[in-house]
């Protein structure tokens, strides 16, 4: 082989490295549930062997990701990054691993008891290191770092730490240090502050207007904590910030990245693009161009290129034109190497027992969800109060969700389902695939005639997640409980998630009827919100439980 092409050859192994491709954590490529961003398991090999980075999972049991892990660490043949979007614990990607209340809980918890809070989130932080070791990742991408101070951020929202920079920093902080001294990186995002944003960048590019010192005093202090905490790795955000940049979104952006989070904020960990085929990358720039411009920037790890080849070809001819130097790449290549070296390696104990990654704990998981539910009780009995169970009829168990089909949390041995349905209450879902049980009249928005007769409990899934494009603060809530009051029909209401509906739901609660909000979604968290709903309505644990199902 000639020199000239010996080194061609290097520096496309060179580029490969600082690729993170997206792939199922399922085995089989007919379980992809998104074939359009997975790849398929020949292309994943022969791009892993070529020399690929990293590799981001979605999908599958915590047992099945251990094996997938073990798999592509092989077809690798390298140190690998294998890393998931685990905000929530663990257990909200992979199933029989950990799932926890959104970290948007203990910024609530913080307010009443600050230090339970950073107590609570430095545990957070351990048991999703500890989780991600065991099924074999090595790269947490959280803690998001997000000041969610507009309440109708559609993305961000629960995921926050908090809608303020001190309880967003210090539980980002916490959290940090946890996942890390458990071996496992972790990731700031979204630099530099995606959380007073009303648009989804998934969908199109969100503004953010602005001022450089607005900036300095309420997005970047979290992100400013981070670092001090030793974070990995810091991930941008896909958004324009005019005051920084006119031209370019953050992620593109070398005054962002190279200017403002290396040379004025002193991070000399990794830099990772948020996934570049979100559509406020795709919908202006190519796959290939994108990838350069985010390289050009300041970052070092490309993140879901729209097309891996096109992104590997477009960067090759950059470094042949000179418009992307080879040392800059090998600078970003040595960070992923010394990031890997200090953290990431631990994760290989993982190969050989896929056992050891099904071990939730439950005990905190329970804890969290306990330390921030709130609800308010019903009257005492009397005048107004909400009628014994054996005195109330069965009634309708209405439930909002954005799309029942793709609802984890809402399986049909879920509580929010079950508990109801046992004790003779008829189940109703409002959700974007059925028929729609809205008026159209402002002051009596529910079809109430459509319901048919009975008291009826209000449990609403409502929270900020990418691809809705809302934050579910549009749908006519406050007018629909004034209604079902008005008629004598609001038996309860459960609110799962969003804390901004429940503050704006909870004063209009009558009196007598009980009222629960939980951050969680997940089957433990209904348990515990039904628990709290009070004797009532009957529907807390009795240690019966669903029954047998086929």
Excluded at 238 to 253: K, N, Q
Excluded at 262 to 274: A, I, M, S
Aim: glycine share 10%.
């Amino acid at each position: 082989m000639s020199s000239e092409a010996a080194s061609d050859r290097a520096l496309l192994r060179l580029i490969h490295q600082l690729l993170v491709v997206r792939a199922s954590g399922k085995l089989a490529d007919h379980q992809r549930g998104y074939p359009r961003w997975e790849l398929a398991n020949a292309e994943l090999q022969e791009l892993l062997e070529a020399g690929v980075g990293g590799v981001i999972l979605l999908g599958g049991s915590a047992a099945e990701v251990a094996l997938r892990c073990a798999q592509l660490r092989r077809w690798a043949g390298q140190p690998l990054l294998l890393c998931a979007d685990v905000e929530e614990g663990v257990g909200q990607r992979f199933d029989g691993a950990t799932w926890l209340v959104p970290p948007l809980a203990l910024g609530r918890l913080y307010g009443r008891e600050p230090e339970r809070a950073v107590a609570l989130a430095e545990r957070y932080g351990q048991c999703t290191g500890r989780d991600a070791r065991a099924l074999g990742l090595n790269w947490v991408l959280g803690p998001v770092c997000d000041v969610n101070n507009n309440p109708a951020n559609p993305v961000i929202n629960v995921r926050a730490w908090g809608d303020d920079p001190m309880a967003a920093g210090a539980l980002a902080a916490a959290f940090i240090r946890g996942a890390q001294a458990e071996g496992v990186l972790t990731s700031a995002k979204h630099f530099p502050g995606h959380g007073d944003t009303s648009s989804d960048s998934h969908l199109t590019l969100p503004l953010l207007p602005h001022s450089r010192e607005r900036l300095a005093a309420i997005e970047l202090p979290p992100f400013q904590q981070a670092i001090a905490a030793g974070v990995a790795s810091v991930m941008t955000a896909h958004l324009m910030l005019p005051a920084l940049d006119p031209d370019r979104p953050a992620t593109l952006s070398k005054p962002v990245l190279t200017g403002l989070l290396r040379q004025e904020l002193g991070f000399d960990g990794l830099v990772v693009t948020d996934a570049l085929v979100m559509e406020a990358i795709t919908g202006r720039y190519g796959a290939g161009e994108a990838a350069v411009l985010a390289l050009e920037a300041g970052a070092d790890l490309v993140l879901m290129p729209a097309d891996a080849r096109a992104a590997i070809a477009a960067i090759a001819a950059a470094v042949q034109n000179g418009r992307l130097s080879q040392a800059q790449l090998e600078a970003s290549a040595e960070r992923r190497e010394r990031a890997l070296a200090r953290w990431g390696n631990h994760a290989a104990a993982a190969d050989s027992d896929p056992e050891v990654a099904a071990q939730p704990d439950q005990a905190l998981a329970l804890e969290l969800v306990r330390a921030t539910l709130e609800a308010t009780a019903p009257a005492a009995a009397g005048a107004g109060a909400t009628r014994a169970p054996e005195a109330s009829p069965p009634g309708i168990s209405l439930i909002r969700v954005d799309t029942a089909l793709a609802a984890s949390f809402l399986p049909p041995t879920a509580p929010a389902l079950a508990r109801p349905e046992a004790r003779g209450w008829r189940s109703v879902l409002l959700e974007s695939r059925s028929p729609s049980l809205w008026s159209g009249i402002p002051t009596a928005p529910l079809a109430l005639d459509l319901l048919g007769p009975g008291p009826v409990l209000l449990q609403l899934f409502v929270r900020g997640n990418p691809f809705r494009g809302s934050a579910g603060s549009a749908e006519a809530w406050p007018a629909a409980l004034r209604q079902l009051a008005a008629a004598d029909r609001l038996a309860g209401l459960v609110v799962y998630g969003s804390p901004y509906l429940w503050d704006e739901l909870r004063p209009l609660l009558p009196a007598g009827v009980a009222g629960v909000y939980s951050p969680g979604q997940m089957p433990l968290a209904q348990a515990e919100a039904l628990n709290a709903l009070g004797s009532a309505l009957g529907l807390g644990d009795t240690g019966g439980g669903a029954g047998f199902t086929d």
